[in-house]
């Protein structure tokens, strides 16, 4: 059974602000079909009384009635006002930047009127 | 004396005997970059000026009969997902193409004030997705070991450029098995050390939760020498632990007599090649000669680990590859009229086919309707296997696989099959999920003098352990 169609496609290259070529929205429905299809292997397994992880420091983290919480205790740090490392200077920021007037990043325009 | 196969302790030792100085060194491993980089391709940008500079530096604390660091003079590469200041970093990818980073990454900073030698950047999978290093949006990097094999993948150029005498040391980055399964089809050693050991901190970001850095090299004690140099606690990066590092390299003279290891037998099943099969085998036999007890354990949920980690890895990359906007830095498509098309159309023509299929993937496992279904169930799984380690833990001191099902494959040969792709890190992936450590080292080739890999896989925090078991093999294979 197809999971996605090409309109779940089109939809989801939206939300990834990806503008795919017509040639690449069906490459992507082939792939992420058979891709789908192959994940679907984890509904095999019966997860509801078992809690997700999404870090290593979920399972070990700084709870403490968790095993190995002292080697996954995440130190904080005392606060820095002025920050870990100092801000770039300007000149320094806009380097990289493809479009800049030497004080801002330049952008297209962004309001149509 | 040839000057490339040097090993850390010999290249340093030379500099500080000054039996040589860390200029030729650096030029001698330039010169054969020269001779042999362009066939194999494992660099992207040299720095031989921030190279030269700092060799001079080493060169004048030897002249002063000052002791050398434990880097002293050596010359390394970087995989180009670590930030460097001055010198460009293109995760492989034609959206940084021209990305001149001003800043440092911890732990190339921390190579470096251990007097470590930084020849250039090493050639990798687009943003380290992939296994055989064809996603590179600038050249692929072929294996030294026969030209026409990949070298592996993430990490392709790193662990090429060690095999090919191009460096001694280098590091590499591991999210799926980027550092040990290129290790292994090259022939050097890889070490991807636990989660939070070593700073992320100028990583650029592919999957946050799972990515690591680590070195590739060639020995044991050389992986164990550049481990104590870049790992410990940073404030730059949170999760980096807050734990005294281990003399690592003098753990390697404990024995291995008495330690338990683990074979699970769901690392010896269907999709494992002969050849590598029985090479793991001998390395098993071979251990237990050197007095390790061989205990069968269970990871049962082993077959599940790469459909977890394909959601689990691309949802945190949809999620970190939403900054390359065309704003700040990173390309921008020309000739665009609004904001939104810009973004659509640099995001469109400056990421490769991989990166958009993960960005794809992992945007769709994280949308309204599937969170629950696809992401939250991977995590979830994730929880089980990284309790099938911790059982197996109270067993055993360390757990002993093949790294990769098969020996390196040809280019081309699983490049329009993502699928198929993803397998060759079915043996490496599960312990990037659990944030344990792992080592790959060289066990012998196939009958086409194609390298093997036996991996080693430890507890959290453990590294000094599964270092140790391979030194033992290394020095008695």
Same mark, same amino acid.
């Given at each position: 059974?197809?999971?996605?169609?090409?309109?779940?496609?089109? *939809? =989801?290259?939206? &939300?990834?602000? #990806?503008?795919?070529?017509?040639? /690449?929205?069906?490459?992507? @429905?082939? +792939?992420?079909?058979?891709?789908?299809? *192959? =994940?679907?292997? &984890?509904?095999? #397994?019966?997860?509801?009384?078992? /809690?997700?992880?999404?870090? @290593?420091? +979920?399972?070990?983290?700084?709870?403490?009635?968790?095993?190995?919480?002292?080697?996954?205790?995440?130190?904080?740090? /005392?606060?820095?006002?002025?920050?870990?490392?100092?801000?770039?200077?300007?000149?320094?920021?806009?380097?990289?930047?493809?479009?800049?007037?030497?004080?801002?990043?330049?952008?297209?325009?962004?309001?149509?009127? | 004396?040839?000057?490339?196969?040097?090993?850390?302790?010999?290249?340093?030792?030379?500099?500080?005997?000054?039996?040589?100085?860390?200029?030729?060194?650096?030029?001698?491993?330039?010169?054969?970059?020269?001779?042999?980089?362009?066939?194999?391709?494992?660099?992207?940008?040299?720095?031989?000026?921030?190279?030269?500079?700092?060799?001079?530096?080493?060169?004048?604390?030897?002249?002063?009969?000052?002791?050398?660091?434990?880097?002293?003079?050596?010359?390394?590469?970087?995989?180009?997902?670590?930030?460097?200041?001055?010198?460009?970093?293109?995760?492989?990818?034609?959206?940084?193409?021209?990305?001149?980073?001003?800043?440092?990454?911890?732990?190339?900073?921390?190579?470096?004030?251990?007097?470590?030698?930084?020849?250039?950047?090493?050639?990798?999978?687009?943003?380290?997705?992939?296994?055989?290093?064809?996603?590179?949006?600038?050249?692929?990097?072929?294996?030294?070991?026969?030209?026409?094999?990949?070298?592996?993948?993430?990490?392709?150029?790193?662990?090429?450029?060690?095999?090919?005498?191009?460096?001694?040391?280098?590091?590499?980055?591991?999210?799926?098995?980027?550092?040990?399964?290129?290790?292994?089809?090259?022939?050097?050693?890889?070490?991807?050390?636990?989660?939070?050991?070593?700073?992320?901190?100028?990583?650029?970001?592919?999957?946050?939760?799972?990515?690591?850095?680590?070195?590739?090299?060639?020995?044991?004690?050389?992986?164990?020498?550049?481990?104590?140099?870049?790992?410990?606690?940073?404030?730059?990066?949170?999760?980096?632990?807050?734990?005294?590092?281990?003399?690592?390299?003098?753990?390697?003279?404990?024995?291995?007599?008495?330690?338990?290891?683990?074979?699970?037998?769901?690392?010896?099943?269907?999709?494992?090649?002969?050849?590598?099969?029985?090479?793991?085998?001998?390395?098993?036999?071979?251990?237990?000669?050197?007095?390790?007890?061989?205990?069968?354990?269970?990871?049962?949920?082993?077959?599940?680990?790469?459909?977890?980690?394909?959601?689990?890895?691309?949802?945190?990359?949809?999620?970190?590859?939403?900054?390359?906007?065309?704003?700040?830095?990173?390309?921008?498509?020309?000739?665009?009229?609004?904001?939104?098309?810009?973004?659509?159309?640099?995001?469109?023509?400056?990421?490769?086919?991989?990166?958009?299929?993960?960005?794809?993937?992992?945007?769709?496992?994280?949308?309204?309707?599937?969170?629950?279904?696809?992401?939250?169930?991977?995590?979830?799984?994730?929880?089980?296997?990284?309790?099938?380690?911790?059982?197996?833990?109270?067993?055993?001191?360390?757990?002993?696989?093949?790294?990769?099902?098969?020996?390196?494959?040809?280019?081309?040969?699983?490049?329009?099959?993502?699928?198929?792709?993803?397998?060759?890190?079915?043996?490496?992936?599960?312990?990037?999920?659990?944030?344990?450590?792992?080592?790959?080292?060289?066990?012998?080739?196939?009958?086409?003098?194609?390298?093997?890999?036996?991996?080693?896989?430890?507890?959290?925090?453990?590294?000094?352990?599964?270092?140790?078991?391979?030194?033992?093999?290394?020095?008695?294979?």
């Amino acid at each position: 059974m197809m999971k996605v169609a090409e309109k779940d496609v089109a *939809y =989801v290259a939206g &939300l990834a602000n #990806l503008e795919l070529t017509q040639e /690449e929205q069906a490459g992507m @429905v082939r +792939d992420l079909n058979s891709i789908l299809q *192959y =994940v679907d292997r &984890l509904n095999e #397994l019966d997860t509801s009384n078992v /809690e997700p992880m999404a870090q @290593v420091s +979920d399972r070990y983290g700084v709870d403490g009635s968790k095993p190995g919480t002292e080697r996954f205790s995440y130190a904080s740090r /005392e606060d820095i006002p002025e920050g870990l490392r100092k801000s770039l200077p300007r000149e320094e920021a806009l380097a990289n930047a493809p479009d800049s007037d030497g004080v801002f990043f330049k952008v297209p325009k962004v309001i149509e009127r | 004396m040839d000057l490339t196969s040097l090993t850390i302790d010999a290249a340093r030792s030379v500099v500080q005997q000054r039996r040589t100085s860390a200029r030729a060194l650096a030029e001698a491993h330039y010169a054969r970059i020269q001779k042999e980089d362009g066939q194999v391709g494992a660099f992207l940008t040299l720095s031989k000026e921030r190279a030269l500079k700092q060799a001079d530096r080493i060169d004048r604390m030897a002249a002063e009969g000052k002791p050398l660091p434990a880097l002293g003079g050596v010359p390394v590469g970087i995989k180009d997902v670590m930030v460097t200041r001055g010198v460009r970093t293109t995760a492989g990818s034609k959206i940084l193409a021209n990305y001149i980073p001003p800043y440092d990454c911890t732990a190339v900073a921390r190579m470096e004030a251990a007097g470590a030698v930084v020849l250039g950047k090493m050639n990798c999978d687009e943003f380290a997705m992939g296994s055989s290093n064809e996603n590179s949006a600038f050249h692929p990097v072929r294996n030294p070991r026969d030209l026409t094999r990949v070298p592996g993948g993430s990490s392709g150029g790193a662990a090429a450029a060690v095999a090919a005498d191009m460096a001694v040391v280098t590091l590499g980055s591991d999210t799926g098995g980027s550092i040990r399964q290129p290790a292994s089809f090259c022939g050097v050693v890889g070490l991807m050390p636990t989660y939070g050991r070593v700073s992320r901190n100028g990583l650029i970001a592919f999957a946050s939760s799972l990515d690591h850095i680590g070195p590739l090299a060639k020995t044991v004690k050389d992986a164990a020498i550049v481990l104590r140099t870049i790992a410990g606690r940073d404030p730059m990066d949170s999760t980096s632990a807050d734990l005294p590092v281990p003399d690592y390299v003098a753990e390697l003279a404990k024995p291995v007599r008495g330690l338990k290891l683990g074979v699970a037998k769901e690392y010896f099943g269907e999709g494992l090649d002969n050849a590598v099969g029985q090479a793991v085998e001998a390395a098993i036999d071979k251990l237990k000669r050197l007095g390790c007890e061989i205990v069968a354990v269970s990871l049962p949920h082993t077959p599940y680990a790469i459909p977890t980690y394909y959601l689990v890895a691309t949802a945190e990359a949809s999620s970190n590859l939403a900054r390359y906007d065309g704003v700040r830095y990173s390309y921008r498509a020309p000739g665009v009229k609004s904001l939104a098309e810009m973004y659509r159309r640099s995001r469109d023509e400056g990421f490769g086919a991989e990166v958009k299929r993960r960005i794809m993937l992992g945007t769709y496992a994280l949308s309204a309707g599937y969170y629950d279904a696809y992401y939250l169930k991977a995590q979830r799984v994730r929880t089980l296997l990284v309790r099938d380690f911790e059982e197996a833990f109270t067993k055993v001191d360390a757990i002993v696989t093949p790294t990769s099902p098969t020996a390196a494959f040809r280019l081309g040969e699983k490049s329009n099959d993502p699928l198929a792709m993803y397998l060759a890190d079915v043996y490496t992936v599960t312990a990037d999920l659990a944030g344990i450590p792992g080592i790959s080292v060289p066990c012998g080739e196939t009958k086409e003098k194609l390298p093997i890999g036996l991996q080693i896989l430890g507890r959290h925090f453990d590294e000094a352990t599964i270092l140790r078991v391979a030194h033992a093999y290394e020095q008695a294979a």
